[in-house]
């Protein structure tokens, strides 16, 4: 029997190897620290889809990777969590793309770096080969670090009939996507982000719940604002409005996964069709899932254990 297709999703954007830091001391700059150091593979897209697949969606991933050391590894370890890589773009000579981060002793970041060059070799054309799988998928998440044409050419492609949601994944790409905002299913900023895509400020609630409004009325179909410890703020066009958390996590391992982790479970209760209460659990203990691993993708995350996370630290 044939998969239900509400349960396909495509994701296009960024696969990379990530390599993290975590401080053993307080950090002393421009120095050598102490600390613990781990390599896993990673990119916005690519760690949603992981984690998608880790809680049994169907997950097909479209990207670039280089026939290097780390596209390889690229390759390997995402089919072996369950991701479909058989249409990623493998470019002969280019370096995979890479990301390094630097977390203090508490877990929070204090310094990120990429070269995603790679990235720029995805192209209009090479989505128009993948069209069919666009169109017939229950929805498609993808992130901002994709040039703005290959953006505007995937809206284009998925049209009326697949929702699109996006990352913006910081300030920067935000202002690159800013004028595309309007024409997205469902976007997921944290709060400096959505100051950027709504031209306004968002610093409390009330100003969160203003610029929310300010993107629904351009267009976009849904908006969640991840807000760290403090949950999420949710609208949508059909009226819905709300602030939702779960209890904060005092033994935060690494936050760096946490966003990619909330947007799967929020992509996954989408397609699932669920109640938008318990679909913004889902997404915030998805959330929590992550943190709890030094990885960015939790190994253990699962449907089961975000459903008990959910129980766990409700409020």
Same mark, same amino acid.
């Given at each position: 029997?044939? +998969?239900?297709?509400? #349960?396909w ?12 830091g975590?401080?053993?001391?307080? *950090?002393?700059?421009?120095? !050598? ?15 949603? $889809? ?6 049994? =969606? ?13 596209g ?19 470019? %002969? ?7 390094? /981060? ?11 770096m !990429?070269?995603?060059?790679? *990235? +720029? ?14 169109? +017939?998928?229950?929805?498609? =998440? ?14 284009e @492609?998925?049209?009326q ?5 996006i990352? %913006?994944?910081?300030t ?10 309007g024409?997205?299913?469902? @976007?997921?900023?944290n ?5 950027? $895509?709504s031209?306004?400020?968002a610093? !409390?609630?009330?100003?969160?719940? #203003?610029a ?5 009325n ?7 604002v ?5 949950g ?5 066009? /059909? ?8 209890? &904060? ?11 990619d ?13 669920? &109640?938008v ?10 959330? *929590? ?7 960015? @993708?939790? &190994? ?16």
């Amino acid at each position: 029997m044939s +998969e239900p297709i509400q #349960r396909w999703i495509v994701g296009v954007g960024a696969a990379n190897v990530d390599i993290h830091g975590r401080s053993r001391n307080a *950090i002393v700059m421009r120095d !050598s620290n102490p600390g613990y150091l781990a390599t896993s593979v990673g990119g916005v897209t690519r760690n949603i $889809l992981e984690n998608l697949a880790r809680q049994g =969606v169907r997950a097909t991933l479209l990207s670039a990777v280089g026939d290097d050391l780390f596209g390889n590894m690229i390759v390997c370890d995402s089919e072996k969590a369950g991701v479909d890589l058989s249409r990623v773009l493998r470019v %002969p000579g280019a370096v995979s793309s890479s990301y390094v /981060a630097i977390l203090d002793e508490r877990g929070d970041m204090l310094l990120g770096m !990429s070269d995603m060059r790679i *990235i +720029e070799n995805l192209s209009g054309a090479y989505l128009e080969g993948n069209s069919a799988l666009l169109r +017939e998928a229950g929805a498609i =998440v993808c992130d901002a670090c994709l040039p703005c044409p290959v953006l505007e050419r995937l809206l284009e @492609i998925a049209g009326q009939d697949t929702p699109v949601l996006i990352d %913006p994944v910081s300030t920067a790409y935000a202002r690159r996507m800013k004028p595309l905002a309007g024409r997205f299913h469902a @976007i997921k900023p944290n709060e400096l982000e959505l100051s950027i $895509l709504s031209g306004l400020p968002a610093n !409390s609630e009330a100003e969160i719940e #203003r610029a929310c409004e300010a993107l629904l009325n351009r267009g976009t179909k849904s908006v969640a604002v991840s807000r760290g410890d403090k949950g999420c703020y949710y609208a949508d066009a /059909a009226g819905n409005r709300m602030f939702r958390a779960l209890q &904060p996590i005092r033994n935060m391992v690494n936050a760096t996964g946490a966003g990619d982790a909330f947007m799967a479970g929020f992509a996954h209760g989408l397609v699932d069709g669920l &109640p938008v209460e318990e679909w913004l659990d889902y997404a915030l203990a998805s959330g *929590i899932t992550a943190i709890l691993s030094l990885t960015t @993708i939790n &190994p253990a995350m699962s449907d089961a254990l975000v459903r008990e996370n959910m129980k766990r630290y409700r409020i």
